[in-house]
């Protein structure tokens, strides 16, 4: 689950400007997709995407955005430490709502790749650890053709930037 929308005291913003809103990850990533989910009804939204969870907080902190959406915890893995710490050093954030999300993985592959050529998968360490069952079992991949990246969103867009074949990435629908 994502407990949504860490909001800056900072700087008050008028209310008819575009509220922005940083996340970690590329563009298609998790966060980005809760941070939509959250932010529907709340008129119009720019997501920006962050290397790190650090950097989102930055963000947040120097008033370049006026929201960050970050995961706390993930049912199969626990408490994300990294974000809690970050909320406890940033004394003018505020917790502003949550949002609990599924996970609903898919594999993504170059054109022409068939699921019997993938050789290797790129994912978010936690995710592939998630899949490990289906990538070992059904798949019938070793250990060794998991590749762990920074997210899953950039997991494809590694693919597509080293034009790699015979590879696919586990990662929202929404990548596609």
Not at 41 to 65: N, R
Not at 139 to 160: E, M, N, R
């Amino acid at each position: 689950g994502y407990r949504s929308g860490a909001e800056s005291s900072l700087k008050p913003r008028p209310q008819n400007l575009m509220t922005r809103v940083a996340f970690q990850g590329e563009a298609g990533a998790y966060s980005e997709d809760a941070a939509a989910k959250f932010f529907k009804e709340k008129g119009e939204t720019t997501f920006v995407p962050c290397d790190s969870f650090v950097k989102a907080f930055d963000a947040l902190q120097k008033g370049e955005v006026e929201n960050v959406v970050v995961p706390i915890e993930n049912a199969f893995f626990g408490t994300l430490h990294v974000v809690y710490d970050l909320l406890i050093k940033s004394s003018s954030v505020n917790i502003i709502g949550e949002i609990v999300t599924t996970d609903e993985f898919c594999l993504l592959a170059p054109v022409g790749v068939g699921i019997s050529d993938i050789e290797q998968i790129f994912s978010h360490p936690q995710v592939l650890e998630q899949c490990s069952e289906f990538i070992f079992n059904e798949l019938a991949l070793p250990q060794s053709a998991t590749q762990a990246l920074y997210d899953t969103a950039g997991s494809c867009k590694y693919i597509v930037d080293q034009s790699l074949k015979k590879c696919c990435c586990n990662c929202l629908s929404s990548c596609v």
